[in-house]
């Protein structure tokens, strides 16, 4: 079952522009993180953020957690060609299993 | 250079031709893991090892085995492949559960046909 829920499930933008994606998760959880996967490539670990962590930075990555809503944030800042991927966020969950769930991502193109 | 191996990187079998998909990790990670993605549906996880001679199920375990006899390498074998597990498949490691704090290593993927 999906745990973490990506939005939008597709996202276009111009270079130089901000990119917003949103993620979703239903149990409580240890902490969240985001990947990036370039088509057909492995995944690449961005960033974690614990549970009791509210925002972290990363160059041009700002990740927001709000366990209250049970949501979390990625901002990509003056996006460039090179962002263009999909990203992916994961939740550890609190209790029982303690393995990552992915959402089934958001498809970003930044155009030149 | 650390990093998740994994062999080959593609693979183009027979339905019913048991075959094996290595993974071998140099990070000295307890936690291995396989994945498999489909267009629409995401990652999801088929099994999982949180050390050696320990593995569990993921969400997808059907069709598939594993063993984790040493640290490093988490094989994943199809004893009798079907079409329907035609997809890419990922190996991931990481120091512990949670992702101990790290996140986890991927490897870069074996996209496996069964016709």
């Known amino acids: 079952s999906q745990q973490g829920e990506e939005d939008p499930q597709a996202l276009s933008i111009q270079e130089g522009e901000n990119a917003t994606m949103n993620c979703s998760y239903k149990t409580s959880i240890n902490n969240l993180q985001w990947y990036r996967q370039n088509s057909g490539r492995g995944l690449v670990h961005l960033i974690l953020?614990?549970?009791?962590?509210r925002e972290k930075h990363s160059g041009r990555l700002r990740v927001t957690l709000d366990t209250s809503k049970k949501s979390s944030s990625l901002l990509i800042t003056a996006s460039r060609a090179a962002d263009t991927a999909s990203y992916f966020c994961?939740?550890?969950?609190?209790?029982?299993?303690?393995?990552?769930?992915f959402g089934r991502g958001t498809s970003l193109i930044v155009h030149p | 250079e650390a990093q998740v191996t994994q062999n080959p990187r593609y693979l183009i079998t027979v339905t019913g031709k048991k075959l094996t998909v290595t993974c071998s990790q140099n990070m000295n990670h307890e936690y291995m893991s396989w994945y498999r993605q489909d267009p629409g549906l995401g990652l999801r996880q088929i099994y999982y090892s949180m050390n050696v001679e320990v593995t569990d199920k993921g969400d997808v375990p059907e069709g598939y085995k594993v063993s984790r006899k040493e640290k490093r390498n988490f094989p994943l074998i199809l004893e009798s492949p079907s079409p329907n597990q035609t997809s890419l498949y990922f190996c991931?490691?990481?120091?512990?559960?949670?992702?101990?704090?790290?996140?986890?290593?991927f490897g870069s993927g074996t996209r496996l046909t069964v016709v």
């Open positions: 953020i614990r549970s009791n962590e």
């Open positions: 994961a939740t550890d969950k609190a209790f029982g299993s303690y393995i990552p769930t």
């Open positions: 991931a490691s990481s120091p512990g559960q949670g992702g101990g704090g790290y996140g986890y290593t």
